[in-house]
């Protein structure tokens, strides 16, 4: 502001604010909005990530539950039970008198 005598005054703080209340509240209001809208995607992801770890989580459950059962077959087709009806299945037969074989000299086994 200049005054008739050319002398500049400078304006103070609160009659700059007084001046200007129009556009702080419109710079508030865009302030606010912009918080806002950062809060919702904020939650928005938020929300979305425990989606889908519970979804993860769901999935190691199957997975979990899945490698039990085959844990259990692969006991089953081990067991002494299954692999004598197995043999029995192949048409095995149980040896009676089994006859070995001997050579003249030692046979070693080489270590490679």
């Given at each position: 502001?200049?005054s008739p005598?050319?002398?500049v ?17 419109i ?18 992801g ?27 077959a692969?006991?089953q087709?081990?067991?002494l ?31 490679q």
């Amino acid at each position: 502001m200049s005054s008739p005598t050319g002398i500049v005054r400078k304006q103070t703080v609160v009659q700059w604010i007084d001046n200007h209340t129009s556009l702080l509240n419109i710079a508030t209001l865009a302030l606010v909005g912009v918080l806002c809208v950062s809060y919702i995607l904020q939650v928005t992801g938020t929300v979305a990530k425990g989606y889908e770890l519970r979804d993860l989580e769901v999935q190691i459950h199957d997975l979990t539950l899945e490698n039990q059962q085959m844990e259990v077959a692969v006991r089953q087709s081990q067991s002494l039970d299954h692999v004598a009806d197995s043999v029995s299945m192949l048409g095995l037969v149980r040896s009676e008198q089994p006859t070995y074989v001997e050579s003249g000299e030692p046979s070693y086994a080489l270590a490679q």
